[in-house]
């Protein structure tokens, strides 16, 4: 019996050796075509199943921290006039720390002020808060 296997292994040797062209194994075109197909298949699933993790893994995240971020207390409006309230309910813009209190200063002055000492103190003026700027006379 072992015989028999040996002489079929010889037989399926012999045949391999005999399909190759110097000691490499010849593919035709359209294997090597499917072979780069299925290849680019695969890295193609595995990029967009990462793709479909990431975005799960954010979506997961924000949601915490929604969940655990402290809701912003609310603000008695009563009394304070309307155009007040009005003013509080504007988003600030990008970047902005906060509101500034001018007082017996022209705006226009004031935002030079702000812009000189920025350049002073070589930040940008986005990093800088101004709670006041006041005239002394």
């Known amino acids: 019996m072992s015989f028999a296997m040996a002489e079929e292994v ?3 040797v012999t045949q391999a050796v005999e399909t190759t062209a110097n000691g490499r194994l010849t593919l ?3 294997d090597n075509l499917l072979y780069a197909v299925l290849g680019y298949l695969v890295v193609f699933i595995g990029l967009s199943l990462l793709m ?3 975005i799960i893994v954010g979506k997961i995240m924000v949601a ?3 969940k655990t971020a402290p809701a912003p207390a609310a603000e008695k409006t009563e009394d ?3 155009s007040a309230t009005a003013k509080k309910n504007l988003p600030a813009a990008p970047g902005a720390a906060g509101e500034v209190k001018i007082y017996d200063t022209d705006p226009r002055d004031a935002a030079m002020i702000m812009a000189i000492v920025a350049d002073k103190l070589q930040k940008p ?3 800088l808060r101004f709670v006041s700027i006041k005239e002394v006379k």
Do not use: D, H
């Open 28 to 30: 035709n075109i359209g």
């Open 10 to 12: 010889t037989g399926q």
């Open 125 to 127: 003026l986005n990093e």
């Open 64 to 66: 915490k921290l929604k």
């Open 80 to 82: 304070l006039p309307a």
């Open 52 to 54: 479909i993790v990431i």
